[in-house]
């Protein structure tokens, strides 16, 4: 039963790592998660009643601690997945926006509208300030609840720009676009991983991270210049030979400071 145990938290723990950089898993294991973060109690009972086994020798404690565990696994994997509401809404002229605290989900887009259109999950808080929206986890005391991702879809009208900070949570971030709208990006304190694709253009974008563990997969048009500098950080490049290194203006500059990062950049 240990082994059993073992297994399942090693694959637990595998896919909560591929998800956190932004490594596609199946829908499945979402579902998985959060039945799991919401019974996880159930382990406790089947420990419990394993070490009185262990402790008085009595079989039907062993029993009792294989029954529950089964039980357990069956409601993680079977369960079904509750629905969740979407609320929308619309903004004129946002220029930064600012992603604080919690574990969100931030799907970037482009639109033809002439407003920002924000879909925002259950769990999510909006502020606005007149040019300035602020994405805030609402408090919980529910570990399912304070855990799993919060979803929050952006629509950026063409032609605009915006200004993306995010700070002490767990962030990952997609999107893709024709041409860059995110033009600046700060990260401090946060755990992030970036999947972001441009096909035509990529204006000149600032990226800051400081005192993070960050994963960047950009995939870029052939010819883009990019620059990478390093402060008292660690972090591993991976480019294709069809991109530029360049310290001239160039389209995408990368600055790491205090933080631990993976870099990917490609073509199309």
């Known amino acids: 039963m240990r082994r059993v145990i073992g297994a399942f938290f090693l694959v637990i723990g595998f896919l909560v790592f591929l998800y956190l950089f932004?490594?596609?898993?199946?829908?499945?294991?979402?579902?998985?998660?959060?039945?799991?973060l919401i019974l996880w109690p159930l382990v406790l009972v089947v420990v419990g009643f394993y070490l009185l086994f262990l402790g008085l020798r009595k079989r039907y404690f062993y029993w009792f601690s294989i029954v529950t565990l089964l039980v357990f696994f069956a409601l993680v994997f079977f369960w079904p997945k509750s629905e969740q509401k979407a609320t929308k809404f619309r903004f004129n002229g946002i220029e930064e926006m600012e992603v604080r605290g919690g574990h969100f989900v931030v799907n970037l887009s482009e639109t033809?509208?002439?407003?920002?259109?924000v879909l925002i999950g259950e769990g999510v808080v909006l502020e606005w300030n007149g040019r300035k929206l602020t994405?805030?986890?609402e408090d919980t005391r529910k570990l399912s609840?304070?855990?799993?991702?919060k979803e929050v879809t952006v629509s950026i009208p063409k032609g605009e720009d915006l200004s993306l900070t995010l700070k002490e949570g767990v962030f990952t971030v997609k999107g893709n676009f024709t041409s860059n709208p995110i033009?600046?990006?700060?990260?401090?304190n946060s755990v992030t991983s970036f999947v972001?694709?441009?096909t035509e253009e990529v204006p000149p974008m600032y990226f800051f991270s400081k005192n993070c563990l960050t994963g960047l997969f950009f995939n870029l048009p052939k010819g883009t210049?990019?620059?990478?500098?390093?402060?008292?950080?660690?972090?591993?490049?991976?480019r294709d030979k069809?991109?530029?290194n360049s310290g001239q203006t160039p389209n995408l500059f990368m600055k790491f400071e205090n933080s631990v990062g993976v870099v990917f950049l490609s073509t199309q």
């Open 22 to 36: 932004g490594i596609p898993v199946s829908g499945v294991f979402y579902r998985i998660l959060e039945n799991f």
């Open 242 to 244: 069809d991109l530029i």
């Open 112 to 117: 033809g509208e002439k407003v920002f259109e």
């Open 145 to 149: 609840e304070a855990f799993l991702p």
């Open 225 to 238: 210049s990019y620059h990478l500098t390093e402060r008292l950080s660690l972090v591993w490049p991976f």
């Open 135 to 137: 994405v805030l986890c």
């Open 196 to 198: 972001l694709s441009f």
């Open 183 to 188: 033009r600046h990006v700060e990260q401090e």
